[in-house]
């Protein structure tokens, strides 16, 4: 394989395969992505399976990076605070962070249609309907099938970017001695729910505002679309006593919904119909190690971390990956061996980090936020942020709203809870 | 498929693979065994990648229970005790028990090669060179390579006994929702050297004892085999001052054996050659959920359960799950829905209990084993069992010389340690 080959290999269209490409091909790399899909652009969305995202630093920073960040401003929405639900439809509410900052609703299926358009115009081709079904990894080939006919890549280095069930990872595990590797789920799923938009696509909620009706044992959320719709998860147990288990007829969700989410039903009469008809997702969090072989292959986004949702931070540390694998390439040319070592030392405990992170929040949204005392808490780490900004970060902002790096936040956080739990 | 279809296909033809196919003939059902290897009876045994094995009691249960027992003691040496080789070659030794208590040190390949005798003297058939290329778990199917052609196999139930790297399990990652899963690796490999017969088959160290160098961050062991010889064990850091990246050259490895294991390298001039002749092993923990699917298949052994080699019970666990889920056939027929189930809930919480246990005593043998206060402390353990029998089994008995259930045995001997430590 010679060095002067520039053929780079990216396996999965979605959101960090896309965003990467781009970084690879202004470093004058040629760029093909194989996507297993269709392309969801010629082709109706498959409603039901997609968390709605929320994009923060992190994210933009990885997307100015390429410059496309104007483009996606366009479809997202700012959101620059929490408000609660009770199950009497009172609503509190909280800023998330100084004035002027938000979190930015975005839909992943337009999301992703705008950065393949990106892609392309950056001269990136993308194959679709091309699974991988193997790699040989000493070789550097990749294997697809594309309509039932094998087809084989070969290229100076493969990118796995196919998320959290990666036909990459799974190759790392078959053929590489000593791969340390977990997948774990929550003892909850999800399910996606929608609030319809209402007259002249007015929003029938606070636009502005990431929607949480905490209930303890789980919760429901809810962010604005750009037709005035909001997309609601419901983040429930599998089994138990309010569980996807104890719901078996339409009745059964009603008399649910009625009992702990009133002012919800009231925006979506049809939610057992919904309840029924749309899939019931899983939460895994995905941890491996190493994520590269050589200077041959690296998994990248959530083939090699996959999260839970809970602090909305898996496409952001997927940009962010992004972000530094470019960083290192401007440090060491085409040094491939040397950048993908750097990079999966460097991200590995950030990415264990914010896993961690994303779990302990799921406890704070279903159940803390809507407690007096957190917003009591909330308050005065505000304060004393105020006071002393270079002193005290809440752990939120550092997550959100910087980049620093999500281990050094993890260590913060810890620090400024036991001071807070003297207070 | 009808439940009266009592065909029964096993993937694996290795120890646990052998015994349940000998409970399940028992027990009226057609058991076919498919093996990817070719048969190890007809084929010279590949050296110097087996741990030798050592069986107690939950092994020797299991073996009882379809009375084969005798066969196998025939091939078995009792070890009644530990010996410590310090750095000057000075020798101390520990009782494993009571008086008449000891384990037994058997080849895993003699013993193999007997148990398959005996399963196929039970009716058992068993077809070699089959390698498990998939399942089609819902449609009882079992797919195989034998010499390039596909075989499909259909029977009623699947167990897969196939090890640490199990095609079964592979199959329930890639298909069943929510299949907890995880495989971790010590930093430690094992590298496997002989100790060979002295004059006419004479045993040049103690024959009736489990040898050990213990040198804090490794340890060399040795177990007796029936020809004089013994197969030694190096447990040695991958990386690091001491570690097999350290040692390169012929002459760095008899340095090394000089310095650390005096006494043990003038009983193996090769060592060198051997040291770089034979493959390094690496010891990795598997642990997942759940291990069945419906009535349709079962996890077994090490492809449930795979765990390190240093409490001497990854085979006797195996075992012990055929005895439990004879007893389970005994209880429920053939209701395999309910036995599979039950299998599972209550193997679970004591094949974790052992994998911990068996991380916890590899610090225990290389490290403690060498120490005064080490075999003090046994020595008062001892004192206290035999005035207390009935209140205090010392925890390496409760494992060894017990059928307690390793998860008691595990909380057992924590309440041990405390009340040792106060001491």
Not at 56 to 79: H, N, Y
Not at 300 to 312: K, L, Q, R, T
Request: net charge neutral; aromatic share 10%; hydrophobic share 40%.
């Amino acid at each position: 394989m010679s060095t002067e080959n520039k053929n780079i290999t990216i396996l999965g269209a979605g959101l960090v395969g896309s965003l990467l490409s781009i970084y690879m091909s202004r470093r004058g790399y040629n760029v093909s992505i194989y996507e297993r899909r269709v392309d969801m652009r010629k082709a109706t969305i498959s409603a039901g399976k997609s968390i709605n995202l929320a994009l923060s630093d992190r994210g933009w920073k990885g997307l100015k990076g390429v410059g496309i960040e104007d483009s996606i401003r366009k479809v997202a929405i700012p959101m620059d605070r929490r408000i609660m639900h009770n199950v009497k439809g009172e609503l509190t509410s909280q800023q998330y962070g100084e004035d002027g900052q938000s979190i930015y609703a975005t839909s992943r299926g337009i999301l992703n249609c705008v950065m393949m358009d990106e892609a392309e115009k950056s001269g990136v081709k993308i194959h679709f309907n091309h699974r991988c079904t193997g790699l040989d990894i000493e070789n550097n080939v990749a294997k697809f099938d594309y309509n039932g006919a094998e087809v084989e890549v070969k290229s100076r280095l493969i990118f796995s970017a196919d998320g959290a069930f990666s036909a990459g990872r799974l190759q790392m595990q078959l053929s590489t001695d000593r791969f340390e590797y977990s997948q774990t789920y929550l003892k909850h799923g999800y399910k996606e729910l929608l609030i319809p938009a209402g007259d002249k696509s007015s929003f029938l909620m606070e636009k502005h505002a990431l929607h949480i009706w905490p209930r303890g044992g789980y919760m429901l959320i809810a962010l604005p679309n750009l037709d005035g719709s909001f997309t609601c998860t419901l983040f429930f147990p599998f089994e138990g006593e309010d569980s996807f288990a104890s719901i078996k007829t339409e009745t059964d969700c009603e008399d649910f919904f009625n009992r702990v989410f009133p002012d919800a039903i009231r925006l979506m009469p049809d939610v057992a119909k919904q309840f029924f008809g749309n899939p019931t997702g899983s939460l895994v969090t995905v941890r491996c190690f190493p994520w590269v072989v050589k200077d041959k292959l690296c998994l990248i986004g959530d083939a090699a971390h996959a999260i839970v949702p809970f602090y909305g931070q898996g496409m952001n540390c997927g940009f962010e990956d992004c972000t530094v694998l470019d960083q290192l390439m401007e440090k060491h040319g085409d040094n491939w061996e040397v950048i993908l070592n750097e990079f999966q030392y460097s991200r590995k405990p950030n990415s264990d980090a914010i896993a961690e992170l994303a779990v302990m929040n799921f406890v704070e949204m279903r159940d803390l936020v809507g407690s007096k005392d957190f917003l009591l808490r909330k308050k005065i780490e505000a304060r004393i942020h105020d006071k002393y900004p270079e002193k005290w970060l809440p752990l939120y902002s550092q997550v959100t709203f910087s980049d620093i790096p999500y281990s050094v936040a993890l260590a913060n956080g810890r620090k400024q809870d036991e001071i807070m739990k003297r207070l």
